[in-house]
């Protein structure tokens, strides 16, 4: 009986092992690739985003290089986020949002500097509705590029303004702490 329990059990650990072995990660019934194509860039970690601890806002991703240690994500290295998203959300107030966060991680000399940036992306952004997926993918020398659903929207450059729009999710004063750490594959 208890050989039989033990073979049960390994044969359920190997059958949960299936959809890391088939390289995705899901959380909250939304999946990520193990591999970004077009970047090649890893799945580092995934995590969920909680409003007001009850309600879940999103579910995102983070893609970078193997050889990029946790404390060197916001160095110019390449990156990508992707966030898929519960509830609609206009436009105008990822603008917002992200100009909150920004001021939050960055002093105010960065933040002169990086506004015209800012006020770039910010144009950018376009109403989602649940199940849409931003990406945010940082490519040195190129830039920050935005896109929706798959689809490209725009490309902001500057090493600087990608350190402080990823400082949103990755810095010091993140939007949530959680969400970082296991962004960062801390805790899966």
Request: aromatic residues 8%; glycine residues 10%; proline residues 5%.
């Amino acid at each position: 009986m208890k050989r039989t329990a033990n073979a049960l059990l390994l044969a359920l650990a190997w059958v949960i092992a299936i959809p890391a072995a088939a390289g995705a990660a899901s959380i909250e019934g939304v999946t990520f690739t193990e591999r970004h194509p077009a970047s090649g860039l890893t799945l580092r970690g995934v995590g969920l985003l909680r409003y007001r601890v009850v309600f879940k806002g999103y579910v995102a991703a983070l893609y970078l290089t193997p050889d990029v240690p946790a404390e060197d994500v916001l160095e110019d290295v390449p990156k990508r986020l992707e966030i898929e998203y519960f509830w609609a959300i206009e436009g105008r107030d990822f603008a917002k949002a992200q100009d909150e966060g920004i001021a939050r991680n960055v002093d105010a000399a960065v933040l002169e500097r990086i506004r015209p940036q800012m006020t770039e992306l910010s144009g950018l952004y376009q109403n989602v509705e649940p199940g849409d997926r931003y990406a945010l993918t940082y490519t040195p020398g190129h830039g920050t590029e935005l896109s929706l659903n798959g689809e490209r929207l725009g490309v902001v450059r500057g090493a600087e303004f990608a350190r402080a729009v990823f400082s949103i999710w990755l810095g010091e004063k993140p939007l949530s702490r959680s969400l970082k750490t296991r962004l960062l594959g801390s805790a899966q």
